[in-house]
Nanobody, 124 residues
């Protein structure tokens, strides 16, 4: 069973909106810390947003997406979302979700599960 399946990626014009979804398999806890990452062609993967699990709900965003992207998690369906608005060409990337973070102190060291990604392309 594939642990995480992303959907919602598409090609849009700058200024547009998209909503990404990430469905976790039933074998994965719905209490985990979950995240969205992205990787543009030729660049390193970067964190987009994190939502802390275990009932905490704290949300963290990369500076580049603050005020434009919103992360949310439907615990009942164990589905992670990323609402993206005011999209820019520099948001073009493969977006992947991850879940079940391991921590050292307050720092995330790894995620146990990763999805295969969904492509977002923003044109000017």
């Amino acid at each position: 069973q594939v642990p995480l399946v992303e959907s919602g990626g598409d090609s849009v014009q700058a200024g547009g909106s998209l909503k990404l979804s990430c469905q976790a398999s039933t074998s994965i806890s719905n209490r985990c810390t979950m995240a969205w990452y992205r990787q543009a062609s030729g660049k390193e993967r970067e964190m987009v947003s994190i939502i802390r699990g275990q009932g905490d709900g704290t949300k963290t965003y990369a500076d580049s997406v603050k005020g434009r992207f919103t992360i949310s998690h439907d615990e009942e369906k164990n589905t992670l979302f990323l609402q993206m608005s005011s999209l820019k060409t520099e948001d073009t990337a493969m977006y992947s979700c991850a879940t079940c973070a391991s921590y050292t102190g307050d720092k995330i060291t790894r995620f146990e599960y990763w999805g295969q990604g969904t492509q977002v392309t923003v044109s000017s």
